[in-house]
């Protein structure tokens, strides 16, 4: 596997992720700015008088990692491997947002689900790197 090119995150000849660290790191920075980009807009119509802040459903802020997981399952190449880790890793990753929900329930709607994307985006990551190296050198 040779470097596609340089910058963040790295990536091989085939467009695919090199490192979990690089895959975590994009996530997290994507989940990041989608919470800050929905506390910002939650804020602004609470300060125009249209809803209360915190209203905002924070699953949204998967936006960005949901794409990230996207485009690096897109850099597989079409087999079991790929749609055998990814359905794996977006089953546990949505149990385990709707696990952290349900802990945070008493929390503000962008708060709860907020925590859940980062739940998911965490475990996502974590089942879907491995998980795909791993089944991509068995079967092929």
């Known amino acids: 596997m040779t470097e596609q090119r340089s910058g963040f995150p790295r990536r091989d000849a085939e467009g695919r992720i090199l490192t979990l660290g690089d895959l975590l790191g994009i996530g997290l920075a994507g989940w990041v700015v989608g919470v800050l980009a929905l506390a910002l807009f939650d804020w602004a119509f609470a300060l125009i008088g249209t809803a209360e802040f ?65 739940a998911f985006t965490l475990v996502y990551a974590v089942v879907w790197f491995p998980s795909v190296h791993w089944l991509a050198r068995r079967t092929g």
Do not use: C, E, H, S
Request: hydrophobic share 65%; no cysteine; glycine share 16%.
């Open 54 to 118: 915190g209203r905002t459903n924070g699953w949204l802020a998967m936006i960005l990692p949901a794409w990230l997981f996207w485009d690096d399952f897109r850099a597989w190449d079409f087999g079991a491997a790929r749609v055998v880790g990814a359905l794996l890793a977006a089953a546990l990753g949505v149990v385990a947002g709707l696990v952290v929900a349900g802990l945070a329930g008493g929390l503000a709607p962008l708060f709860t689900g907020g925590l859940a994307a980062l």
